[in-house]
């Protein structure tokens, strides 16, 4: 290499740095917890403390902050029993059927709490640089009233004292599940809420998903010497308790083992305890240790297990690869909860299952690594980009380290299309863009969460190339990885990337419920006529094969995209002429394709990666 051609490099390489650079203006708050709690395993009660370092960096004083109290959502009379009492299809796992199976009358669970089964956090203390100050406790939101302000680029602490009762397992937190694991314990706490340029985010706990600051957690439990414990972070004192080491000494006082963890960089923590339960682990080959905590109910399931955690280190590397390096050195998957849910560095599952039911759940959970908990996108606001991106990482893993088909799919995602038809042309969509808590139908959130946002991203490849959709994510990784990204920043990546604008693609798929339609209409001597059906445009990819058995590929981008994909590298493609066309008005309805040969056939988007509603019309045969 020339110095020309070395001075070239270094201009391109800092003008890539600047054009991938976070937003202006961006900025975050932190929190390090310090908690200690001791843990009544017979009453499934616990006293709690915690000291709270809060940063503010928002440029502006706050005169009040604010905490979520979760346990407070399983008490009679809740904002969350007042849903399941009025929602048309309610989570099947938090009703009861107190009718008939011709007519059932679904009981929500919480509604028939006695007081010794409800979940509470009962704060008994708040102080605040050292001195009792002011609160109020509101369903599940704890208001704390400051004698004075916390100013900007200022760190100042809290403490809090409470006393808790876990609930019945009825949504993701709780005792006594129904594969019968004694503790369950996600949101937990007293967590501190999210402030951010959006202000603080006071959303009342009805079963959905959350939002919270990254920082460091410092965890002691106090528990029963004959439990074991799955946690969040990384156990500090692993020969001092039970599960961990061979032969381990268990340091016991008044009968209770100390757990203590450590973990940094996180915005949840999650544990679950039991004493049945039994570890494993595994070291990936990129060096995250994942450890299995499970209950060994038959040989089966054990085997079920032990198998998921090959799999699991597997994963870890796989996606570490193609979505951007995992940056904690620990990740748990623990058998508790009602079905699977992320946290820092662990997650809560349901553990009876089949092997294919155990590797995606698992699968999914840990691609939440990335999507939510790399970076802390809202799930109250985004929720299609937290488990859109997830189920569509799941997907392309899945298909890689599970399945190993001998012919790869064109589109790994196929199945999130076809529940997104369904969910289209249900009458029931709502656009995607709705606060997560406040669709009509779970129906249809699960569907515009899981489905509809994984095809947004597979989707997008279509639109700017295959190529340029895996460098956008690593692109995206760089940049935001351990901070709180919106959908717009990953907008921004992908069309820097790509060099194509995607404004219109993103605000239609996004905040409205237009679909499209495109169909070949006419196959004439001189040309193919496609027409658009619907309000929703896209770039068209068109495969013709003539009679003389040569093959063309025709695209055709959108005069919005302000530019073109490359020519990508699917097998079905090679050998293929590729023909760049005039750019289609979204104005337009009706586009004349040239062709100088007799067609034998024709498709629209032979990669299957348009989400066409009808494709039947969509290709030709002579």
């Given at each position: 290499?020339?110095?020309?051609?070395?001075?070239?490099?270094?201009?391109?390489?800092?003008?890539?740095?600047?054009?991938?650079?976070?937003?202006?203006?961006?900025?975050?708050?932190?929190?390090?917890?310090?908690?200690?709690?001791?843990?009544?395993?017979?009453?499934?009660?616990?006293?709690?403390?915690?000291?709270?370092?809060?940063?503010?960096?928002?440029?502006?004083?706050?005169?009040?902050?604010?905490?979520?109290?979760?346990?407070?959502?399983?008490?009679?009379?809740?904002?969350?029993?007042?849903?399941?009492?009025?929602?048309?299809?309610?989570?099947?796992?938090?009703?009861?059927?107190?009718?008939?199976?011709?007519?059932?009358?679904?009981?929500?669970?919480?509604?028939?709490?006695?007081?010794?089964?409800?979940?509470?956090?009962?704060?008994?203390?708040?102080?605040?640089?050292?001195?009792?100050?002011?609160?109020?406790?509101?369903?599940?939101?704890?208001?704390?009233?400051?004698?004075?302000?916390?100013?900007?680029?200022?760190?100042?602490?809290?403490?809090?004292?409470?006393?808790?009762?876990?609930?019945?397992?009825?949504?993701?937190?709780?005792?006594?599940?129904?594969?019968?694991?004694?503790?369950?314990?996600?949101?937990?706490?007293?967590?501190?809420?999210?402030?951010?340029?959006?202000?603080?985010?006071?959303?009342?706990?009805?079963?959905?998903?959350?939002?919270?600051?990254?920082?460091?957690?410092?965890?002691?439990?106090?528990?029963?010497?004959?439990?074991?414990?799955?946690?969040?972070?990384?156990?500090?004192?692993?020969?001092?308790?039970?599960?961990?080491?061979?032969?381990?000494?268990?340091?016991?006082?008044?009968?209770?083992?100390?757990?203590?963890?450590?973990?940094?960089?996180?915005?949840?923590?999650?544990?679950?305890?039991?004493?049945?339960?039994?570890?494993?682990?595994?070291?990936?080959?990129?060096?995250?240790?994942?450890?299995?905590?499970?209950?060994?109910?038959?040989?089966?399931?054990?085997?079920?297990?032990?198998?998921?955690?090959?799999?699991?280190?597997?994963?870890?590397?796989?996606?570490?690869?193609?979505?951007?390096?995992?940056?904690?050195?620990?990740?748990?998957?623990?058998?508790?909860?009602?079905?699977?849910?992320?946290?820092?560095?662990?997650?809560?599952?349901?553990?009876?299952?089949?092997?294919?039911?155990?590797?995606?759940?698992?699968?999914?959970?840990?691609?939440?690594?990335?999507?939510?908990?790399?970076?802390?996108?809202?799930?109250?606001?985004?929720?299609?980009?937290?488990?859109?991106?997830?189920?569509?990482?799941?997907?392309?893993?899945?298909?890689?380290?599970?399945?190993?088909?001998?012919?790869?799919?064109?589109?790994?995602?196929?199945?999130?299309?076809?529940?997104?038809?369904?969910?289209?042309?249900?009458?029931?969509?709502?656009?995607?863009?709705?606060?997560?808590?406040?669709?009509?139908?779970?129906?249809?959130?699960?569907?515009?969460?899981?489905?509809?946002?994984?095809?947004?991203?597979?989707?997008?490849?279509?639109?700017?190339?295959?190529?340029?959709?895996?460098?956008?994510?690593?692109?995206?990784?760089?940049?935001?990885?351990?901070?709180?990204?919106?959908?717009?920043?990953?907008?921004?990546?992908?069309?820097?990337?790509?060099?194509?604008?995607?404004?219109?693609?993103?605000?239609?798929?996004?905040?409205?419920?237009?679909?499209?339609?495109?169909?070949?209409?006419?196959?004439?001597?001189?040309?193919?006529?496609?027409?658009?059906?619907?309000?929703f445009a896209m770039p068209i990819d068109l495969l013709v094969e003539y009679e003389?058995?040569?093959?063309?590929?025709?695209?055709?981008?959108?005069?919005?995209?302000?530019?073109?994909?490359?020519?990508?590298?699917?097998?079905?493609?090679?050998?293929?002429?590729?023909?760049?066309?005039?750019?289609?008005?979204?104005?337009?309805?009706?586009?004349?394709?040239?062709?100088?040969?007799?067609?034998?056939?024709?498709?629209?988007?032979?990669?299957?990666?348009?989400?066409?509603?009808?494709?039947?019309?969509?290709?030709?045969?002579?």
């Open positions: 290499m020339n110095l020309k051609q070395s001075f070239g490099l270094l201009l391109l390489v800092l003008s890539t740095l600047t054009s991938f650079a976070q937003r202006k203006g961006y900025w975050d708050q932190k929190v390090d917890y310090t908690m200690e709690i001791d843990v009544n395993e017979q009453t499934f009660q616990y006293d709690g403390k915690m000291k709270l370092k809060y940063s503010n960096n928002s440029g502006q004083q706050l005169h009040k902050v604010y905490f979520h109290l979760y346990f407070n959502a399983f008490q009679p009379g809740s904002f969350m029993d007042e849903r399941l009492k009025n929602i048309a299809d309610p989570d099947v796992r938090m009703v009861t059927n107190i009718g008939t199976k011709e007519k059932p009358v679904r009981q929500s669970r919480i509604s028939v709490l006695t007081p010794d089964q409800i979940g509470y956090q009962k704060i008994e203390s708040v102080k605040y640089r050292g001195s009792e100050v002011a609160f109020k406790e509101d369903g599940t939101i704890l208001e704390v009233t400051l004698p004075s302000a916390i100013n900007d680029g200022e760190t100042v602490e809290f403490d809090l004292t409470w006393k808790a009762q876990v609930p019945e397992q009825i949504r993701r937190s709780g005792r006594n599940s129904k594969e019968g694991v004694a503790f369950s314990m996600t949101q937990w706490y007293p967590k501190m809420a999210q402030f951010d340029e959006f202000g603080w985010h006071l959303d009342e706990y009805v079963g959905r998903e959350f939002i919270a600051p990254f920082g460091n957690f410092d965890v002691t439990i106090h528990i029963n010497k004959d439990y074991v414990i799955g946690s969040s972070g990384k156990l500090q004192n692993p020969s001092e308790v039970k599960g961990y080491v061979k032969n381990a000494k268990i340091k016991t006082k008044n009968n209770k083992a100390t757990w203590h963890y450590k973990a940094e960089n996180i915005h949840d923590f999650a544990w679950a305890a039991d004493p049945k339960f039994v570890v494993d682990s595994a070291k990936s080959k990129g060096g995250v240790t994942v450890y299995t905590v499970f209950l060994p109910t038959d040989k089966e399931v054990t085997d079920n297990w032990k198998t998921a955690l090959g799999l699991a280190t597997e994963f870890f590397d796989f996606v570490g690869e193609r979505f951007g390096a995992y940056p904690w050195n620990t990740y748990t998957v623990v058998q508790g909860g009602d079905g699977g849910m992320e946290y820092g560095t662990a997650t809560l599952i349901t553990g009876g299952r089949n092997l294919k039911g155990l590797v995606g759940v698992i699968f999914h959970e840990a691609a939440h690594s990335w999507y939510q908990q790399l970076f802390g996108i809202n799930e109250t606001v985004d929720e299609w980009m937290d488990e859109g991106f997830t189920s569509y990482i799941e997907e392309v893993a899945n298909t890689e380290l599970f399945e190993k088909p001998t012919a790869r799919a064109l589109n790994p995602i196929g199945s999130a299309y076809t529940s997104y038809f369904r969910l289209a042309k249900s009458g029931l969509e709502e656009p995607m863009s709705l606060l997560a808590d406040y669709y009509n139908t779970n129906f249809a959130y699960s569907i515009q969460a899981y489905s509809k946002g994984g095809v947004l991203a597979e989707q997008l490849g279509y639109i700017i190339g295959k190529q340029n959709l895996n460098k956008t994510f690593l692109n995206f990784y760089d940049i935001w990885k351990l901070k709180h990204p919106t959908p717009n920043d990953f907008k921004r990546v992908a069309e820097e990337t790509s060099g194509i604008n995607l404004k219109w693609y993103f605000n239609l798929f996004i905040n409205t419920t237009r679909t499209i339609d495109y169909a070949i209409s006419k196959v004439s001597e001189d040309s193919i006529e496609l027409v658009n059906k619907s309000n003389d058995g040569t093959k063309e590929l025709f695209y055709i981008p959108l005069r919005e995209m302000r530019g073109e994909k490359p020519a990508e590298d699917y097998a079905i493609y090679q050998g293929v002429t590729r023909t760049v066309l005039t750019d289609w008005f979204w104005t337009k309805p009706k586009y004349s394709v040239p062709v100088k040969k007799r067609v034998k056939q024709a498709w629209i988007d032979p990669t299957q990666r348009l989400a066409d509603i009808n494709q039947e019309d969509n290709s030709y045969s002579k």
